[in-house]
């Protein structure tokens, strides 16, 4: 049977604790996307997952919850009132994630969410682009578009 003295044994521990916060600080990525956008996206982000993971009588139910996320002004492309106004589809996308984002101005920004169905036998994508405004320190969905 082998044994470390306990001078070995924390000579060790302490070489392995310096490697792994060494290789936790030379693997961290620093954020190079704008505030505006990690803000927006986030805002973005919480709305389609909440939209997209309840059904159409839950979220009538709960008018609060787009009127926290969506402006008072929003406008959307579609004029077919059979297409949801924030995926711009007829039927519900298993998920979606939040693509590119340009900053237009301090306030607005536009922000690519793909959109995404599966099945058994096929997948697909859509994109839309949601203009969103800064309405004090809360970003709300202007725009939704092809």
């Not at 470390?4 to 044994?9: D, H, V």
């Not at 805002?43 to 059904?55: A, E, I, P, R």
């Not at 406008?75 to 900053?103: A, H, M």
Request: hydrophobic letters at 35%; a neutral charge.
């Amino acid at each position: 049977m082998f044994y470390l003295s306990s001078r070995t044994a924390n000579g060790l521990f302490t070489v392995f604790l310096l490697a792994g916060i060494c290789t936790s600080f030379a693997c961290s990525l620093p954020n190079l996307e704008k505030p505006e956008c990690s803000q927006a996206r986030d805002h973005v982000k919480q709305f389609y997952s909440w939209h997209l993971g309840t059904d159409a009588d839950e979220r009538e139910l709960h008018p609060e919850m787009t009127r926290k996320f969506v402006s008072p002004f929003f406008s959307t492309d579609s004029r077919d009132w059979e297409r949801d106004q924030y995926t711009l589809s007829t039927n519900v996308p298993k998920s979606f994630r939040i693509g590119k984002c340009e900053v237009i101005e301090p306030d607005k920004v536009k922000l690519q969410v793909q959109l995404l169905w599966r099945d058994d036998n096929t997948s697909r994508q859509t994109d839309v682009t949601v203009s969103a405004i800064r309405s004090g320190d809360v970003w709300q969905i202007a725009k939704v578009t092809n």
